[in-house]
Structure formats: C-alpha cells, structure tokens
C-alpha cells in the first residue's frame, strides 16, 4: 500500500515562495498519476497540478500556470510542488495524491 506524506508547507509573504515535497513509500507506478490539491477553508479541494507516472507530461490548474511547477524524483520516489509568487488566495492545505490514496496535507499560508 502506497503511503504519501507532504511536507514544506508554512507561513509565507505575497510574492514569496514555497516547495512543497510529497514522498511515496512503495510504488505509485500502479496509478496514472502522482500530483497535488488544494483546499481552503470553506472550500472544495482543487487539483492543482499533476504529473504523469508513464512519461511525466504535467498538468496544471489554470490558476498553478506560470507560477507552480511540479517536479519528480524518480530515485527518491518523491515529487515537488515549486510555488513562486504566491497570492492569499493560495492559502489552503495541500494535499498529495495519487489514485485513491492521499496525504496528510501541508498547510500553506500566503499572509502579510
């Protein structure tokens, strides 16, 4: 059983940045995909961005683009999450996914 555990989350300026890593133990190469979502308070959790586990085409929610890259080390079966120029609105936890296993989540929080 794949277990995901997210961590580098915290307490950020506007405009700042943030890396956010997810790291599996076992092998995520049964699912599809490997990648992240968010949730606000009050909110329903959003992808963010995904990366395939097949051949590492990404994916990004239209609000990640141009600002969030997501990455995977193969060798350390972990993927990131680079945030860059993060808005308040980016505050929410963030969760670690792949097929119908998630993480704890890491909370973000984009506050002056």
């Known amino acids: 059983q794949v277990q995901l555990v997210e961590s580098g989350g915290g307490l950020v300026q506007p405009g700042g940045s943030l890396r956010l890593s997810c790291a599996a133990s076992?092998?995520?190469?049964?699912?599809?995909?490997i990648g992240w979502f968010r949730q606000a308070p009050g909110e329903e959790r959003e992808g963010v961005s995904c990366?395939?586990?097949?051949?590492?085409?990404?994916y990004y929610a239209e609000s990640a683009k141009g600002r969030f890259t997501v990455s995977r080390d193969i060798a350390k079966n972990t993927i990131y999450l680079q945030m860059n120029k993060l808005k308040p609105d980016d505050t929410a936890v963030y969760y670690c996914?792949?097929?119908?296993?998630w993480g704890q989540g890491t909370q973000v929080t984009v506050s002056s």
């Open positions: 996914n792949t097929g119908h296993i």
């Open positions: 076992g092998s995520t190469l049964d699912y599809y995909a």
């Open positions: 990366i395939s586990t097949a051949d590492s085409s990404k």
